[in-house]
């Protein structure tokens, strides 16, 4: 009867990751700009795969497995800000400016 | 059947994404769109190991999203930076 329990937690986690996805990628196109969109990309990066990587470890139990797949958000936590970071370095200094209404 | 459902919506969201990466004005968008596209396959990697029942497949999810960041910084090498002293990355 646990068992139930588990695929119903697997079934509201892995629910919650893909509306994180879904709403990452439509803000990826509907934002107006490349800094604003880069906030979309971090949704992705973080939450939307946190939440689904939390799902398959309660869903495949406590092993060796599911300690190979804890190392998944733990690269993207180091990986993720890097390269926001860095893209919106570029991008700046390359002459973007973000929009706005007060422009100097 | 919850991990097709899964596969399913990531596949969608891949199509969004992929949609930036072609009319996309700058080029730095392309990039943000590829480095998202990248994590959401990694993810659907693992998914399709789970709905599949052959988990190993954790280990090439692992080595892909590695690999996507290496990705990223090497394109992001290209576009210099006209600062004077450019000590970043």
């Known amino acids: 009867m646990s068992y139930n329990y588990i695929e119903l937690i697997t079934l509201i986690l892995l629910a919650i990751g893909c509306f994180f996805i879904l709403s990452g990628s439509l803000g990826l196109i509907k934002l107006p700009d490349v800094f604003s969109r880069i906030h979309a990309a971090g949704l992705i990066d973080t939450l939307g795969s946190g939440f689904i990587v939390l799902a398959l470890i309660i869903y495949s139990g406590f092993s060796l497995l599911s300690l190979k797949l804890l190392l998944i958000p733990i690269f993207l936590i180091f990986t993720s800000p890097v390269t926001g970071h860095s893209i919106a370095l570029f991008a700046h200094e390359s002459g973007y400016k973000p929009k706005g209404k007060n422009k100097k | ?89």
Do not use: Q, W
């Open chain 2, 1 to 89: 059947m919850i991990f097709f459902a899964t596969l399913t919506v990531l596949g969608v969201s891949v199509a969004l994404c992929l949609v930036r990466a072609i009319k996309g004005p700058t080029p730095f968008d392309r990039i943000l769109s590829i480095s998202s596209i990248g994590t959401i396959i990694a993810i659907g990697i693992s998914v399709h190991g789970f709905a599949f029942e052959r988990p190993d497949f954790v280990d090439i999810s692992l080595m892909y999203i590695l690999l996507n960041f290496l990705g990223t910084i090497a394109i992001l090498r290209y576009y210099k930076i006209k600062r004077k002293k450019s000590n970043v990355l």
